[in-house]
């Protein structure tokens, strides 16, 4: 063998070691650069269908869920809950949509905080997607429906018969956009 054809070998063999340290880094890194990516895009919704598929439904019990709605008078907004209770089986997916109503001649930024009657349902009743998790910008005299994704989770206690969520929504301190 020739020293050019050593030295082309040694080069080769260089830049192979440095493809794969660079694909093990890469096949490292992917996992935490996607839920980056998903945090970012809302594309995880691997958790929804998870919850759907994997939930074991307990049909013998049934949970009545009132959904209330509060907003201070100094507010400028209307929200609205679903008018009829639900009916909800312990690990069923469960939807239903509050609406809301600028009633101001300017933008708006609101966020909802909700709270739960008997206090030890919050435990129990799990939001997959809420109105709630992120805040609401309203342009002036806006009207817009507002989804709850959620299951109330099978190893509820049984004596568990009723549940109120209840939003209060406020006018966010970052209103002035």
Not at 91 to 104: I, P
Not at 124 to 153: A, G, N, S, T
Request: some cysteine; aromatic content about 8%.
């Amino acid at each position: 063998m020739t020293v050019a054809a050593n030295r082309a070998n040694q080069v080769l063999l260089r830049r192979l070691l440095l493809v794969s340290v660079a694909m093990f880094g890469f096949g490292y890194a992917m996992v935490p650069l996607y839920n980056v990516l998903c945090d970012l895009t809302g594309l995880n919704r691997g958790e929804v269908q998870a919850l759907a598929k994997n939930t074991q439904v307990d049909y013998s019990r049934v949970v009545n869920v009132q959904m209330l709605a509060n907003v201070p008078a100094s507010v400028p907004v209307r929200l609205i809950a679903p008018s009829k209770p639900m009916n909800v089986h312990p690990g069923e997916l469960a939807q239903t949509e509050y609406e809301v109503e600028n009633l101001s001649d300017h933008v708006l930024a609101t966020q909802s905080i909700p709270s739960y009657s008997p206090q030890l349902a919050a435990k129990y009743f799990k939001k997959i997607e809420c109105f709630c998790f992120r805040e609401q910008v309203l342009q002036p005299h806006e009207k817009r429906k507002l989804p709850v994704l959620f299951v109330l989770d099978k190893d509820a206690p049984k004596d568990l018969t009723w549940l109120s969520l209840s939003y209060t929504l406020f006018e966010s301190p970052k209103a002035a956009r």
